[in-house]
DNA sequence: CCATGCGCACCCG
DNA sequence: CGGGTGCGCATGG
């Protein structure tokens, strides 16, 4: 999906923005990747949207206004040097971080890294947990209060990266979403410090407006429930908050909704997934997906296989202690198929693993669901440059399982 | 005019 | 305190 190439230049880009202590906006990077490669902002502006889909790129809304970081830097804490390089070039080292523990996400860095979606989940949960929304009172100027967090995604307009990028703030000069309003839709919000541990309520449009808005709807969806609600792992609450959320924003498409099968109170709980349109490409689209629905799980599960389907479903991991409770909504996901998973796929389903950084290592080699099936112990383990450590957790608890199950319900093909 | 460099104020853990 | 962020100003081409 996203070029390398592109990857590469923006999150350069907004290293180099950083390091120059200039903030990392929209117009900023689209500048200098169009200076330093030629690249059109509007292309450049698409490719972002994808790098933030895929959470290589958290965009998030700090003191007032939107700064893109680059999800793997987001250090937090103690990172070791060591980072470990993975094909894909220095990104890396956060992932590191996201296994101690996604918890915070605070500042500016934001989220917890890049545990793709489903610790953002959990990550959002558990930043909300905390925070809450509405801080909006002083924010607004932003002062900064730290960031918000987490982003993703974006969206505005559907992205259709190629066709329309344009109508999103892309375009270099000024037009930069104004924090509030007009982004509204795809800003989201969330905030941080607030907190307000109950919740939701404040949350309304109106506090998009403040300040701290986090991008996307993934998120969001899921946060704002007080902690509470990590609980159910079904979910129940959450829908509502989240529906709300949403509405608002008029962010997500109802349809999408629907189209999910049956539960759908959970989808909606996520509805980031499976709402928006955006997401959806990228991720599981492969065909017509029936996704379905991570039954509940518990939390131990790592797959479930429906049967009934016959899908194996991702169900979130465990990271971290294996608590999911927060997540586990975990998207849906995928699509029943292994040979329908495209690259993005793959990668997303190991950073619901609980391997984000291995994830990236999936799709900068662009393991997609075919290859995956091809893939074989040494692949796993000295192919993708990756530790050996969550190498063989990969290989024998996914690669081996995913495989496996796939072979029995399909074999025929 | 534009890209950079960076002091300094803020904020968080 | 240490660490991250980014405004605002200064500098250099």
């Not at 929304?133 to 960031?147: C, I, L, N, P, T």
């Amino acid at each position: 999906m996203s070029e390398p190439k592109y990857r590469e230049w923006i999150l350069d880009t907004i290293d180099s923005l950083r390091s120059r202590k200039a903030r990392p906006d929209l117009e900023r990077i689209c500048r200098m990747v169009r200076r330093r490669h030629g690249s059109e902002p509007d292309r450049t502006c698409a490719e972002l949207e994808k790098l933030i889909q895929e959470q290589t790129v958290l965009k998030v809304n700090y003191k007032g206004s939107i700064s893109y970081r680059n999800a793997a830097k987001v250090q937090r804490r103690s990172r070791k040097k060591d980072d470990v390089v993975t094909t894909a070039g220095r990104r890396s080292a956060a992932e590191e971080a996201s296994h101690s523990d996604l918890s915070n996400g605070d500042s500016a860095a934001g989220p917890a890294d890049q545990d793709d979606e489903d610790l953002e989940a959990d990550a959002s949960m558990a930043m909300d947990s905390d925070s809450n929304v509405d801080e909006a009172d002083e924010s607004r100027d932003g002062q900064d209060g730290h960031f918000s967090t987490v982003a993703s995604v974006s969206s505005t307009p559907v992205h259709c990266p190629l066709e329309r990028a344009v109508s999103a703030p892309c375009s270099p000069s000024g037009s930069r979403p104004v924090p509030g309003h007009s982004s509204a839709l795809d800003a989201v919000t969330l905030q941080k410090d607030g907190v307000r541990p109950s919740s939701l309520p404040p949350s309304s449009p109106t506090a998009l407006t403040h300040n701290d808005w986090v991008y996307d709807s993934t998120v969001c969806s899921v946060e704002r429930q007080h902690p509470g609600m990590h609980k159910d792992k079904a979910g129940i609450t959450k829908p509502v908050t989240a529906s709300v959320v949403n509405s608002a924003l008029k962010v997500k498409r109802e349809e999408s909704c629907k189209a999910v099968e049956g539960p759908v109170t959970l989808d909606q709980c996520v509805p980031d997934y499976a709402a928006r349109p955006h997401q959806e490409e990228p991720r599981n689209v492969s065909n017509g997906r029936p996704m379905t629905l991570p039954l509940l799980t518990e939390n131990g599960t790592q797959f479930a296989k429906k049967k009934d389907t016959g899908t194996p479903v991702p169900v979130e991991s465990h990271v971290n202690g294996g608590s999911n409770d927060d997540i586990s909504v975990k998207k849906e996901t995928m699509n029943p198929n292994l040979l329908q998973w495209t690259v993005a796929d793959v990668a997303s389903y190991f950073s619901d693993a609980g391997f984000p950084e291995q994830a990236m290592a999936f799709r900068s080699q662009e393991i997609d669901g075919k290859s995956l099936l091809l893939m074989q112990r040494s692949d796993v383990l000295t192919g993708l440059s990756i530790r050996l450590g969550p190498a063989l957790k990969i290989y024998e608890r996914h690669v081996k399982v995913l495989q496996r199950t796939h072979f029995l319900e399909f074999d025929d093909l």
